[in-house]
């Protein structure tokens, strides 16, 4: 009876954050989402003030009683001074770079504060479900960077993030939980097979050929956005040449079409996994391939936008459905 109440208590609190606290990649700290409360030390220094105000009364003795009266106006004085520890710091959440399954995902948050109002400020932040980190306000801005362990393909959501301090007396503690809408691309983990699961039309291996290679150099070409970075000639461009790709060319070069089929008898995440890994194997080596997933057809190309293209496909598949369903 006792936990289904706390839970049901807890369920009400999270809705009526939601309701005020909205989604939103910037934040500014202020009245409206920022709490505050005692601490553990802070219930002990009230049940103390209770203690010497009761004693005070009883023995009518006013040196007990101003102390009491003393310690009182600490503490309100304490409320503010916590308040204004947070507030008006402004939380920005920066770019998240795409993981595989199992890798921990980067969560770049910039904290800045007013100008030379945050140095000193100890503060804890961590998202709900990871341990907080204890972080030193040492400037005007400042960068922490918090992680999420993934355990499966799609977006990752962190959920809240939780911000606290009970600087500068530690009898009150001031906080608050922000969605910072902050979510990472999770793409399936990559998992080598032994034959490569590529064929054309006809259902022949190994049989689109393109003279495009890695092995003698011929000559260059002007760069376009897309293309593969690893092929650029640094030595031309520190020339102010401009941006150039190397050529190259090779004999048996080849096109590669990825195709879902290919791994028959295998469940779903299998199958993501071994084709990920042969995106990843062709696209090291610069060559050009295709993705064919039930239902959708990435045409063939090359470069690091169509390898993101093709990992964001396999990372989402059958995903997207779900969600707009």
């Known amino acids: 009876m006792l936990s289904a109440f706390s839970a049901a208590l807890q369920r009400r609190f999270r809705n009526w954050v939601n309701r005020r606290i909205r989604p939103a990649r910037t934040v500014t700290l202020g009245q409206r989402n920022l709490f505050i409360f005692p601490s553990a030390s802070g219930w002990a220094y009230i049940f103390t003030l209770l203690l010497l105000w009761v004693l005070g009364t009883n023995y009518e003795n006013s040196l007990i009683l101003g102390l009491a009266f003393l310690l009182l106006s600490v503490f309100v004085v304490a409320i503010l001074h916590t308040y204004h520890n947070l507030a008006a710091l402004r939380l920005t959440l920066g770019e998240v770079k795409p993981v595989f399954v199992g890798e921990r995902a980067a969560f770049r ?37 918090l992680w999420a362990q993934s355990d499966r393909r799609g977006w990752l959501h962190p959920g809240r993030l939780k911000l606290e301090s009970v600087f500068p007396l530690g009898i009150l503690r001031c906080w608050t939980w922000l969605d910072l809408d902050a979510k990472a691309l999770v793409y399936p983990r990559p998992i080598a097979s032994e034959q490569a699961p590529w064929a054309d039309a006809e259902g022949e291996l190994d049989a689109h050929f393109q003279r495009a290679g890695s092995d003698d150099f011929v000559g260059l070409e002007s760069y376009q956005p897309g293309q593969s970075l690893r092929r650029i000639a640094w030595k031309q461009f520190a020339r102010g040449q401009g941006l150039m790709l190397k050529q190259f060319a090779q004999s048996e070069g080849q096109a590669q079409a990825l195709d879902w089929h290919f791994f028959e008898g295998m469940d779903t995440e299998n199958r993501l996994s071994r084709l990920c890994h042969w995106v990843l194997y062709l696209d090291q080596r610069g060559l050009p391939f295709s993705l064919a997933l039930p239902g959708q057809v990435i045409p063939m190309g090359q470069g690091d936008s169509h390898r993101d293209r093709c990992l964001t496909r396999l990372a989402l598949y059958g995903l997207e459905t779900r969600s707009a369903d």
């Open 109 to 145: 948050v910039r904290i800045q504060c007013k100008a030379g109002s945050g140095k000193g400020q100890v503060l804890n932040v961590g998202w709900r479900n990871e341990p907080c980190i204890s972080l030193s306000l040492t400037g005007d801005e400042q960068d922490v960077e």
